[in-house]
């Protein structure tokens, strides 16, 4: 009994000498890793506060050291066994560090930071531990913006559709409307979707907000992905159904519509359409699980 214990201890604590090569090899590897992210990251960070459509990306890294830290018994339980499959993933990494600092390509730069420390944990720890800690890596994918160009490319639509939608739904309770672009014209003001206002702001965070709430409440990865679908159309209609309460706000009291509830329907978007995502969550909980 004695030597299995003694056994066991030895597979499970490196020994000390081992232990300190072990904390070597970590702080090389931190070490070249910050070396090699010394700008990128704080620039990230700096988006993040300047940027209100990004602010949500500050949440994301201590929430993922907080799920893989509740995640630790699992992933020690699996047995570290070094895998030099990772260091394909790895080398992408750096191939796409290299392409994005070439190209000026700030989110290639960005994401290869999430992708390399996957190839470092697959190489060190191995798969088994390294699916342990997926959904982490996945969420640390949700805290870098998106390329500027996507994101114009996905606003305009969102901003036509918003002003369409919104215009009809004005139409229907019976006050006149014009709708121009993205421009809804009433009878005593005129009302611009503005960028701001197309609702990929909130539909970044509300989709970010499903992976997490998907977590938490289904176990199946099936549902956690029909979650995140559904997480798309919750946010166009908030948005949607934010336009459209300014707009028939602004025709009985246009400083009412422009300001108070202009500065608070964002929020108040926002908290409605993660209560809705929680209640999706657990319908699709007890519909397929």
């Not at 597979?11 to 702080?27: D, Q, S």
């Not at 931190?30 to 990230?44: E, N, R, S, V, W």
Request: aromatic share 10%; hydrophobic share 55%; charged share 10%.
């Amino acid at each position: 009994m004695g030597a299995t214990t003694v056994a066991e201890a030895g597979r499970n604590y490196p020994l000390p000498g081992k232990r300190l090569w072990l904390w070597l090899y970590t702080g090389v590897v931190a070490g070249l890793t910050l070396a090699l992210y010394f700008h990128i990251l704080p620039d990230m960070a700096k988006d993040w506060w300047d940027d209100p459509g990004s602010s949500h990306g500050i949440l994301i890294p201590p929430v993922a050291l907080y799920i893989a830290w509740l995640r630790r018994d699992a992933t020690l339980a699996e047995p570290a066994v070094p895998d030099l499959r990772g260091l394909w993933v790895t080398l992408s990494a750096c191939l796409m560090l290299l392409t994005g600092t070439l190209g000026a390509e700030y989110f290639l730069t960005r994401t290869s930071f999430v992708l390399l420390l996957a190839g470092v944990i697959w190489t060190f720890w191995g798969a088994a531990r390294f699916r342990t800690l997926l959904f982490p890596l996945v969420l640390l994918l949700t805290m870098v913006p998106l390329p500027r160009l996507v994101y114009n490319m996905m606003s305009a639509p969102l901003q036509q559709m918003a002003s369409s939608v919104a215009a009809s739904l004005v139409q229907m309770l019976g006050i006149a409307v014009y709708q121009d672009g993205n421009v809804i014209h009433l009878a005593g003001i005129s009302l611009g979707v503005a960028e701001a206002c197309s609702g990929l702001r909130s539909l970044s965070s509300l989709v970010t907000a499903a992976l997490m709430v998907g977590f938490l409440f289904c176990t199946r990865v099936r549902t956690r992905v029909l979650l995140v679908l559904l997480a798309v159309p919750i946010a166009i209609g908030m948005n949607v159904a934010r336009v459209t309460g300014t707009a028939i706000l602004a025709e009985h009291n246009q400083q009412y519509a422009l300001g108070y509830y202009h500065s608070f329907s964002g929020w108040l978007v926002f908290l409605v359409g993660f209560g809705l995502v929680a209640l999706a969550a657990k319908l699709l909980h007890a519909w397929t699980e």
